[in-house]
Protein backbone atom coordinates (compact mmCIF):
# COMPACT_ATOMS: atom_id res chain seq x y z
CA UNK A 1 0.00 0.00 0.00
CA UNK A 2 1.02 3.68 -0.53
CA UNK A 3 -0.07 6.76 0.99
CA UNK A 4 0.12 10.08 -0.80
CA UNK A 5 -0.90 13.41 0.49
CA UNK A 6 -0.65 16.44 -1.43
CA UNK A 7 -0.24 19.90 -0.51
CA UNK A 8 -0.16 23.33 -2.09
CA UNK A 9 -2.88 23.86 -3.48
CA UNK A 10 -4.80 27.44 -2.98
CA UNK A 11 -6.23 30.39 -4.63
CA UNK A 12 -3.54 32.95 -7.24
CA UNK A 13 -4.09 35.16 -9.47
CA UNK A 14 -3.24 34.83 -13.05
CA UNK A 15 0.19 35.27 -13.97
CA UNK A 16 0.80 33.88 -9.96
CA UNK A 17 2.81 30.66 -9.16
CA UNK A 18 2.50 27.40 -6.67
CA UNK A 19 4.05 24.53 -5.83
CA UNK A 20 2.33 21.89 -5.12
CA UNK A 21 3.96 18.65 -3.62
CA UNK A 22 3.08 14.92 -3.13
CA UNK A 23 4.27 13.01 -0.39
CA UNK A 24 4.42 9.12 -0.54
CA UNK A 25 4.63 6.69 2.33
CA UNK A 26 4.22 2.84 2.77
CA UNK A 27 5.57 0.35 0.09
CA UNK A 28 8.05 3.20 -2.11
CA UNK A 29 9.60 0.67 -3.29
CA UNK A 30 6.80 -0.37 -5.24
CA UNK A 31 7.06 3.55 -6.97
CA UNK A 32 8.41 4.24 -10.64
CA UNK A 33 6.27 6.75 -11.84
CA UNK A 34 4.94 9.63 -10.30
CA UNK A 35 2.72 11.81 -12.42
CA UNK A 36 0.08 14.86 -11.67
CA UNK A 37 -2.86 14.81 -13.29
CA UNK A 38 -6.26 17.97 -12.73
CA UNK A 39 -10.08 17.53 -13.57
CA UNK A 40 -12.06 20.92 -14.01
CA UNK A 41 -15.63 20.39 -13.20
CA UNK A 42 -17.48 18.94 -15.91
CA UNK A 43 -14.43 17.29 -17.48
CA UNK A 44 -12.66 14.63 -17.71
CA UNK A 45 -9.25 13.86 -15.19
CA UNK A 46 -5.90 14.87 -17.49
CA UNK A 47 -1.96 14.54 -17.79
CA UNK A 48 -0.75 17.29 -16.39
CA UNK A 49 2.83 15.83 -15.84
CA UNK A 50 4.68 12.80 -15.17
CA UNK A 51 8.46 11.84 -14.03
CA UNK A 52 9.87 8.57 -14.01
CA UNK A 53 12.56 7.48 -11.30
CA UNK A 54 15.21 8.56 -13.62
CA UNK A 55 14.01 11.54 -13.85
CA UNK A 56 12.60 11.71 -17.61
CA UNK A 57 9.48 13.90 -17.73
CA UNK A 58 6.54 14.03 -19.90
CA UNK A 59 3.86 17.04 -20.07
CA UNK A 60 1.01 17.82 -21.53
CA UNK A 61 1.23 20.33 -24.17
CA UNK A 62 -1.08 23.34 -21.86
CA UNK A 63 1.71 23.22 -19.60
CA UNK A 64 5.36 23.12 -21.00
CA UNK A 65 7.08 26.34 -20.30
CA UNK A 66 4.67 26.80 -17.80
CA UNK A 67 5.38 23.94 -15.51
CA UNK A 68 8.21 22.01 -14.03
CA UNK A 69 7.72 18.62 -12.40
CA UNK A 70 10.68 17.37 -9.91
CA UNK A 71 11.26 14.54 -7.11
CA UNK A 72 13.17 13.74 -4.34
CA UNK A 73 13.97 10.30 -4.05
CA UNK A 74 15.19 10.86 -0.78
CA UNK A 75 12.01 12.30 0.47
CA UNK A 76 9.76 10.37 -1.29
CA UNK A 77 8.29 13.62 -2.50
CA UNK A 78 7.20 14.78 -6.22
CA UNK A 79 6.86 18.62 -6.79
CA UNK A 80 4.89 20.44 -9.46
CA UNK A 81 6.05 23.97 -9.94
CA UNK A 82 3.41 26.41 -11.76
CA UNK A 83 4.31 29.58 -13.37
CA UNK A 84 2.52 31.85 -15.23
CA UNK A 85 -0.81 30.51 -14.02
CA UNK A 86 -4.12 30.92 -16.39
CA UNK A 87 -7.58 30.49 -15.47
CA UNK A 88 -8.11 27.25 -17.46
CA UNK A 89 -5.59 25.86 -14.99
CA UNK A 90 -8.32 25.94 -12.29
CA UNK A 91 -8.52 22.23 -11.43
CA UNK A 92 -8.40 19.55 -8.74
CA UNK A 93 -4.94 18.15 -8.85
CA UNK A 94 -4.16 14.82 -8.05
CA UNK A 95 -0.83 12.84 -7.35
CA UNK A 96 -0.78 9.53 -8.41
CA UNK A 97 2.02 6.42 -7.93
CA UNK A 98 2.60 3.77 -10.27
CA UNK A 99 5.28 1.26 -11.95
CA UNK A 100 7.27 1.50 -15.16
CA UNK A 101 6.02 2.44 -18.10
CA UNK A 102 2.72 3.94 -17.40
CA UNK A 103 1.36 5.50 -20.50
CA UNK A 104 -2.46 6.08 -19.02
CA UNK A 105 -4.19 7.18 -15.78
CA UNK A 106 -5.56 3.73 -15.78
CA UNK A 107 -2.29 2.20 -15.06
CA UNK A 108 -1.54 3.95 -11.74
CA UNK A 109 -1.87 2.15 -8.79
CA UNK A 110 -2.53 4.87 -5.83
CA UNK A 111 -4.12 8.47 -5.78
CA UNK A 112 -3.69 11.01 -3.26
CA UNK A 113 -6.76 12.89 -2.28
CA UNK A 114 -6.36 15.89 -4.49
CA UNK A 115 -5.47 19.81 -3.78
CA UNK A 116 -7.95 22.28 -5.42
CA UNK A 117 -5.78 25.25 -7.56
CA UNK A 118 -7.86 28.27 -8.25
CA UNK A 119 -6.67 31.21 -10.65
CA UNK A 120 -8.57 34.11 -10.75
CA UNK A 121 -8.97 36.09 -13.82
Known amino acids: QVHLVESGGGLVQTGGSLRLSCAAS????????MGWYRQAPGKQRELVAD???????NYADSVKGRFTISRDNAKNTVYLQMNSLKPEDTAVYYC???????????????WGQGTQVTVSS
Open 51 to 57: IASGGST
Open 96 to 110: ASGGMGISSLYEYDY
Open 26 to 33: GSIFRIDT
